[in-house]
């Protein structure tokens, strides 16, 4: 709380600028608080001094809150007592405002330019029903975090304006995923963060957006994730592990010999399998409704049909738990198999790729395979086989003449 400025009367202003009515007052108390009240500015009217002179006379009334500050917080209870009470009291303010609003101009101003933007983006990401939703959660915890680590903005990290939020605060936020993470993610978390500030611009919640001019550029011709090679692929497949989910062995073995992604693996349904042709046919949730590439077939030989098997055409072939516990369970079978990677699910995809390109596949296939509707997509696993290729010559012994 800023600085008190006493008037005479043991009061001062808490927050309220000039025009905005009310205003949120304190007034000072004998017995060590502060007691809080809203001034109401009535207008004014034309009076008449004793001397005869006319001037001016302020109208104002207040509203007592019943609500209480210590005027010199000693105890951690004390100051969250102190911290509480005046976002309760500031609550009351604007509604008082919004009141006065109505019954002058005949609307409100929308609320939440006022509320917290946590609660907000909570909430935004409740309602939200896309398949990225889990990131833009994780865009918020990631967020919170470094507000509560930054000495400037630890006291954001719980109740924040909208209008707190500042580009210098976006831009330092980038910086910290930058620092906190490797390869795309950091890219893919702020996009996540930028997608759901752009909604509330959209919803008038915040009047500027500040992530615009911000970014964080990656190389989307590199590829930055850990690949699997054959060999590690049939060390992986030789490697038991004990209680495993055996649906998340067969699931994960079939995205390395198919390269589909976790989001369309845990949908496949026996109706997806051609039994007759041999082949898998299925839609990209990632591009569905939005790319005419979403369709995607791949022929199955005769290893993928045993992985596959047979069921009702409406059941699912891989029943699969949540994302996080697949990605557990892989982490784990990756290091029972001695493979010093960080490999994640999608790791799967960019190994295929990676692994039929080696072996003599054109890159228009490739794609095909993959769903790209653009080669550009694929490019960057041309440029991955030919560093391994390089890092293959590399490692023969130094030639020496």
Same mark, same amino acid.
């Given at each position: 709380?800023?600085?008190?400025?006493?008037?005479?009367?043991?009061?001062?202003?808490?927050?309220?600028?000039?025009?905005?009515?009310?205003?949120?007052?304190?007034?000072?108390?004998?017995?060590?608080?502060?007691?809080?009240?809203?001034?109401?500015?009535l207008g004014y009217e034309v009076a008449e001094s004793k001397n005869g002179k006319t001037y001016k006379k302020v109208n104002r009334s207040t509203e007592r809150l019943g609500l209480y500050l210590w005027q010199a917080p000693r105890t951690p209870l004390e100051r969250l007592h102190n911290k509480e009470t005046l976002e309760i009291a500031k609550r009351i303010r604007f509604e008082r405002g919004q009141e006065l609003l109505e019954r002058a101009e005949g609307y409100r101003l929308k609320k939440d330019r006022v509320i917290n933007l946590h609660t907000w983006y909570d909430d935004f990401v409740e309602s939200y029903t896309k398949s990225d939703k889990n990131k833009l959660r994780r865009a918020h915890e990631l967020f919170v975090e470094y507000l509560s680590g930054s000495n400037k903005y630890s006291h954001l990290a719980t109740t924040m304006r909208p209008d707190q939020l500042t580009k210098e605060m976006v831009q330092a936020f980038t910086d910290f995923l930058q620092h906190r993470f490797n390869g795309e993610t950091p890219h893919t978390l702020y996009?996540? #963060?930028?997608?759901?500030?752009?909604?509330?611009?959209?919803?008038?919640?915040?009047?500027?957006?500040?992530?615009?001019?911000?970014?964080?550029?990656?190389?989307?011709?590199?590829?930055?994730?850990?690949?699997?090679?054959?060999?590690?692929?049939?060390?992986?497949?030789?490697?038991?592990?004990?209680?495993?989910?055996?649906?998340?062995?067969?699931?994960?073995?079939?995205?390395?010999?198919?390269?589909?992604?976790?989001?369309?693996?845990?949908?496949?349904t026996f109706a997806n399998v051609d039994y007759a042709n041999r082949v898998l046919r299925f839609e990209q949730n990632k591009t569905k409704g939005h790319s005419s590439a979403s369709g995607v077939v791949i022929p199955l030989n005769d290893g993928l049909l045993r992985l596959v098997g047979t069921g009702e055409?409406?059941?699912?072939? #891989?029943?699969?738990?949540?994302h996080t516990m697949c990605l557990k369970a892989l982490r784990h079978w990756v290091r029972?198999?001695?493979?010093?990677?960080?490999?994640?699910?999608?790791?799967?995809?960019?190994?295929?790729?990676?692994?039929?390109?080696?072996?003599?596949?054109?890159?228009?296939?490739?794609?095909?395979?993959?769903?790209?509707?653009?080669?550009?997509?694929?490019?960057?696993?041309t440029r991955a086989v030919d560093s391994l290729k390089e890092a293959a010559i590399n490692s023969l012994p130094e030639l020496e003449l």
């Open positions: 709380m800023a600085k008190k400025n006493y008037r005479g009367n043991n009061t001062y202003l808490i927050e309220g600028n000039t025009g905005d009515n009310p205003k949120l007052m304190g007034q000072s108390l004998s017995d060590g608080r502060d007691s809080l009240y809203l001034e109401f500015y996009a996540r #963060f930028k997608k759901v500030i752009k909604a509330a611009v959209d919803a008038d919640v915040i009047r500027k957006n500040p992530c615009h001019g911000v970014s964080i550029k990656i190389d989307k011709n590199k590829l930055t994730k850990d690949i699997l090679s054959l060999d590690e692929i049939r060390t992986l497949i030789a490697t038991p592990v004990e209680r495993e989910n055996p649906n998340i062995r067969r699931a994960f073995i079939f995205c390395l010999y198919c390269g589909l992604r976790w989001c369309d693996v845990k949908d496949l055409r409406g059941a699912l072939i #891989f029943p699969l738990p949540s029972r198999a001695g493979i010093d990677k960080h490999i994640t699910w999608h790791c799967a995809r960019h190994s295929f790729a990676t692994n039929i390109l080696s072996n003599g596949a054109n890159i228009k296939t490739v794609a095909s395979l993959l769903g790209h509707s653009d080669l550009r997509h694929t490019e960057k696993y």
